[in-house]
């Protein structure tokens, strides 16, 4: 495996509302910020994550490339997933040995539809997404099979918003209160909040790494597993992908300071702590995670950004990022990280 | 006016994503052979190789990946809740419109859940484990909205019960309410154990015998015991009153009244009361001749 680091890492200041901005101008000052980072103008590759559903408009990804500056022309790829698989897709290319640097982005504007019921259009459309099962009720679905403790659940809310409130990317949420449900037994604020934003990482192999950063972030690990999209075939109160996944980028071969958890619902950080293995000793979302800041499609991608980051300041030396796609925890991407 | 330091009004339009008429998507043979089955009212599961029952049916064995086999099965239509999450605000794309679960649903026969909505009515009748059958529509095209929603089975009824009867108070007690007419409490003495007791009754319930001496007993009393009532009751004047049990001067057997004229909460035992008359010409054969016992401010008895 070619060695391969993350060292660069930017993302926007995460809006509640619709600021006026547009994708493009939403990625441009990420984008100039890594590149000031690095020194980098032009990449080996460069890979997109967004969603069009969000804007409602095909191919609204491509107007996105007028941040890049994409000429002469250059290699670029997109995912319609979140940007962490943009990610993983720049690491395969790396792994190809001939280029050396990648940048990768993502970005999505939540506050533009109904991101609950856009998330229904990702679903089978013929035992599912007829039924309008949105996506609250069917995180819902998740939590009531896990019958998590309210009390558990309330204090994953306070800390996540606590941390938020402390990083300046994330949004300024308060502690949570009232006792109404949404879709029982979600309560409002076990949801994450509706927010535009972006993020961008570049990726560098080898000698080049070094060069570009005092402290890269090398992976040592990256892998994704799938489950059965319908809901109905899994056992929701369990992540067999999230730990197969973390099996394959061997989280457990050592100690995890730091674990950024794409928590969209404060029930699904405990299955996946149990899927991770994650200990008492490991600090999850220290930057609030996605319980404090969502901008969708890129949330995932922020906690390889945020775990990244924690290892190029010096602050931990064994780092997991974690993103998730689809209904329920369906499909997860683990990616480890040391200095 | 905004000053020049705001930042301009956005500009906002509407946007609309539609494809006039739906996709027209292909079922297959699996997907299709399921939704056929629900146009005639009926629910099937499809084998895999390994012997499980798939429903609603998958091409793929998810275990496995491989190619189910072509032996479809008839299951449900009943089936057990395993979780389920309310809805108590439905949503204008949602099944219903009135509060209901979604659940996942383990029909009869099948070894993976079905999602769907219940329609329980409310979130209290929702439980793992409740028992559950679709309700169809009666026009069905072929599609997972044929079943409306699934309703929980049929597990209680509600039997009504009235019947109506003309009952009379017997002759001890309406003697007594011959004297609560005349504004005088009568009772009665054992002429075995000579307790007395009030209301006049005909007989000692301690001695078994017959009672005839009648005694026309004080209006005074003291409280025993009583107890605050938060529930409406036709015969108190609000909401919370005190039942007490109240012995009257001269009598060895407390009876029951409502006590007024003073806050629930200080009513005490011990407390000294007398009756409330209602004024002569409202008086009837009745007990409501006695609004209620109020407390007469001598000090309290001890007990």
């Known amino acids: 495996m070619r060695e391969t680091a993350v060292v660069a890492f930017a993302q926007t200041r995460h809006s509640a509302v619709d600021e006026g901005r547009s994708e493009a101008e939403l990625i441009l000052p990420p984008l100039e910020e890594v590149r000031a980072a690095t020194g980098l103008r032009r990449f080996g590759f460069t890979c997109s994550g967004s969603c069009d559903y969000l804007a409602g408009a095909p191919f609204s990804f491509v107007s996105a490339l007028d941040a890049l500056g994409a000429w002469p022309p250059i290699s670029e790829s997109h995912v319609e997933m979140d940007a962490a698989w943009a990610l993983y897709e720049a690491w395969v290319r790396l792994q190809h040995g001939d280029v050396d640097s990648a940048l990768v982005y993502g970005f999505g504007k939540s506050s533009l539809g109904d991101l609950r019921e856009i998330m229904t259009l990702q679903l089978d459309p013929y035992y599912l997404a007829p039924l309008g099962l949105d996506q609250v009720s069917f995180a819902a679905l998740q939590a009531s099979a896990t019958g998590a403790e309210r009390a558990e659940l309330d204090e994953i809310v306070r800390r996540s918003r606590a941390d938020g409130r402390a990083n300046p990317y ?18 409002p604020y076990d949801i994450a909040p509706i927010t535009d934003g972006a993020a961008a990482v570049v990726l560098a192999a080898g000698d080049l790494a070094r060069e570009l950063c005092e402290r890269p972030a090398w992976i040592t690990g990256i892998a994704h597993r799938i489950e059965p999209h319908y809901l109905g075939m899994r056992d929701l109160a369990r992540s067999v992908s999230a730990a197969d996944a973390a099996r394959a980028a061997g ?43 969502n901008p969708v499609m890129a949330t995932g991608l922020i906690r390889i950004g945020e775990a990244a980051a924690r290892v190029m300041d010096g602050t931990a030396n064994r780092v997991l990022g974690h993103a998730t796609s689809g209904p329920c925890l369906q499909h997860n991407l683990v990616t480890v990280m040391e200095a | 006016m905004p000053s020049s330091a705001d930042p301009p009004a956005p500009l906002r339009a509407r946007h609309v994503l539609e494809f006039p008429g739906g996709y027209t998507r292909t079922t297959g043979p699996v997907i299709g052979r399921f939704l056929t089955e ?17 429903v609603p049916p998958l ?8 190619a189910v086999t072509e032996e479809f099965v008839e299951v449900g239509p009943s089936g057990t809740v395993e979780s389920w999450a309310w809805v108590s605000t439905p949503r204008k794309g949602h099944p219903l419109d009135r509060p209901f679960a979604w659940a996942l649903i383990r029909l009869d026969g099948a070894d993976t859940s079905l999602v769907h909505a219940v329609d329980a009515g409310d979130v209290r009748a929702m439980r793992p ?14 599609h997972i909205t044929d079943i409306e929603s699934f309703v929980p089975e049929v597990t209680r009824i509600v039997s009504e019960v009235r019947t109506e009867y003309t009952v009379t108070p017997g002759l001890a007690l309406r003697r007594f309410l011959e004297g609560i007419a005349e504004g005088v409490l009568i009772g009665c003495r054992c002429g ?75 009513v005490r035992q011990g407390m000294r009361v007398r009756a409330v008359w209602v004024p002569e010409e409202e008086r009837t054969m009745s007990m409501a001749n006695i609004r209620w016992f109020a407390p007469t401010g001598e000090p309290d008895v001890e007990l």
């Open chain 1, 170 to 187: 994330a949004l300024d949420l308060p502690d949570p209160s009232g006792q109404d449900a949404e879709v029982a037994p979600l309560r």
């Open chain 2, 192 to 266: 075995t154990c000579h307790k007395v007791y009030v209301p006049y009754r005909s007989s000692c319930p301690e001695c078994g015998v017959s009672i005839t001496e009648e005694v026309v007993v004080p209006d005074t009393g003291t409280i025993t015991t009583f107890a605050v009532n938060n529930l409406p009751d036709p015969r108190a004047p609000e909401v919370p009153f005190v039942s007490a049990y109240i012995q009257l001067d001269g009598t060895d057997i407390p009876m029951i009244a409502l006590v007024g004229g003073i806050a629930a909460h200080e």
């Open chain 1, 251 to 293: 989280a457990g071969k050592g100690d995890v300071d730091v674990a950024e958890l794409h928590v969209q619902f404060s029930h699904e950080e405990p299955i996946l702590r149990e899927a991770l293995g994650l200990g008492e000793g490991t600090r999850v979302n220290p930057s609030g995670g996605p319980l404090a800041a």
């Open chain 2, 38 to 54: 629900m146009r005639d009212g009926r629910l099937v599961g499809v084998r895999t190789a390994a012997g499980r029952t798939l």
């Open chain 2, 59 to 66: 091409e793929y064995d998810p275990d496995t990946g491989d």
């Open chain 2, 129 to 142: 484990g409740l028992r559950v059958r679709p309700r169809w529509r009666a026009e069905r095209t072929g």
